[in-house]
């Protein structure tokens, strides 16, 4: 069920996403939220800090877990002001956020040229038939880090 603070929140995402736009930074922008209070807000700055992970659902994300000193944002929403893309959704079920509301969809974001279909796309494809080759190397060498790590008796797992 969608609340009238549901609403009050993505109009914070959608006017960050306006006011990113005005200052040179892409259409897109964020908000987490935890027991009805915002705990950080971002939008888009790739172009701004040329970063190309720079979007306003990661940077959010990176902000509220700061916030609450966790990476586990369990018990929080996100509102963003567009369907998140791949790495986006992976860095929000990675931060365990609970919901994820958005206002215009991936084709809205593709028509003004922001097409992550293609993304998608890939990730279908064997590695083989990918744009960008995936090239396995020294296996034997990295396999041993993961036994290091599932050996450890006082990881913190996430």
């Known amino acids: 069920m969608i609340t009238e603070q549901d609403k ?5 995402a959608v006017r960050l996403s306006k006011e990113s736009v005005e200052n040179g930074g892409g259409p897109f922008g964020a908000v987490i939220v935890k027991d009805g ?14 970063d190309p992970t720079a979007h306003a659902e990661v940077s959010c994300i990176r902000k509220a877990c700061k916030a609450l000193g966790t990476f586990d944002l369990s018990g929080c929403d996100i509102y963003t002001s567009c369907e998140p893309c791949p790495m986006c959704l ?3 079920y990675w931060a ?3 919901r994820i509301f958005y206002a215009n969809d991936r084709k809205d974001a593709g028509a003004i040229g922001f097409d992550d279909d293609f993304i998608y796309e890939e990730m279908e494809k064997p590695f083989s038939m990918r744009r960008t080759p995936l090239i396995p190397l020294l296996r034997d060498e990295g396999i041993k880090v993961f ?10 797992e996430y």
């Not at 009050?8 to 914070?12: A, Y």
């Not at 036994?147 to 913190?156: G, H, M, N, T, Y």
Request: proline residues 0%.
């Open 37 to 50: 209070k915002i705990i950080a807000e971002s939008s888009n700055s790739v172009t701004i800090d040329t």
């Open 8 to 12: 009050i929140f993505m109009r914070e």
């Open 147 to 156: 036994r290091l790590w599932s050996e450890k008796a006082d990881k913190v």
């Open 90 to 92: 992976g860095a929000i």
């Open 96 to 98: 365990h956020l609970d």
